[in-house]
């Protein structure tokens, strides 16, 4: 059974910094591209970033580029998002998401909370 | 990069069929979609994917009553004999080599 479970939620100060991560299990983790998508309070879903099997590869998007960064310990079967200088704009639930070999995304993790507030 | 657009809202009675709407934008009307649910206080959940040509994919968990469809730049998610449990957010997703886009979400309320 495919699990994905975040970790690293909380409160943060506008500024301040914080590192999610992902434990990946019941899938070959190293050959699975994956991503983190938010959704924000009574919003919609949003991409973040994605990052390809080996970690060579990692996109991001506009609004989180300079400030995220995506990376993966394949050693480990875990996915990383450590996110820097937050606003609280970026108040969401952070998901990390499988992709398939046909690039959708096909499997959710729980999510968990970030809240940037002072 | 696509755009995806759907309608915000749609209601279906109890046990009647419903069809959810996903419209790709100009230059992306081959592109593929997936369709995920995301019931009140849950993470989302994959369903299907849905191919230009009409064929679709669905996920180990998305019940029988829910199949896809596409027509031109549309792609559709039908849910038949629709149930209380499908009251739901219903999110369409696609990609390209460097992006992943969702559209806006389409609530969908059981009357």
């Known amino acids: 059974e495919v699990q994905l479970l975040e970790s690293g939620g909380g409160m943060v100060q506008p500024g301040g910094s914080l590192t999610l991560s992902c434990a990946a299990s019941?899938?070959?983790?190293?050959?699975?591209?994956m991503s983190w998508v938010r959704q924000a309070p009574g919003k919609g879903l949003e991409w973040v970033s994605s990052?390809?099997?080996?970690?060579?590869?990692?996109y991001y998007a506009d609004s989180v580029k300079g400030r995220f960064t995506s990376s993966r310990d394949n050693s480990q079967n875990t996915l990383y998002l450590q996110m820097n200088s937050l606003r609280a704009e970026d108040t969401a639930v952070y998901y990390c998401?499988?992709?398939?070999?046909?690039?959708?995304?096909?499997?959710w993790g729980q999510g968990t909370l970030v809240t940037v507030s002072s | 990069q696509p755009v995806l657009t759907q309608s915000s809202s749609a209601s279906a009675s109890l046990r009647s069929s419903v069809k959810l709407t996903c419209t790709l934008s100009?230059?992306?009307?081959?592109?593929?979609i997936a369709w995920h649910q995301q019931q009140p206080g849950k993470a989302p959940r994959y369903l299907m994917k849905?191919?230009?040509?009409?064929?679709?994919n669905k996920g180990s968990g998305a019940p029988d009553r829910f199949s896809g469809s596409s027509s031109g730049a549309d792609r559709y998610l039908t849910i038949s004999n629709v149930q209380s449990e499908d009251e739901a957010d219903y999110y369409c997703?696609?990609?390209?080599?460097?992006?992943?886009?969702f559209g806006g979400g389409t609530k969908l309320t059981v009357l």
């Open positions: 998401a499988k992709i398939s070999r046909d690039s959708f995304s096909d499997y």
């Open positions: 019941g899938f070959t983790f190293s050959t699975s591209a």
């Open positions: 990052i390809c099997d080996s970690g060579g590869c990692i």
């Open positions: 100009n230059g992306h009307s081959s592109y593929i």
């Open positions: 849905v191919e230009g040509s009409g064929r679709y």
């Open positions: 997703e696609t990609w390209d080599s460097n992006n992943r886009v």
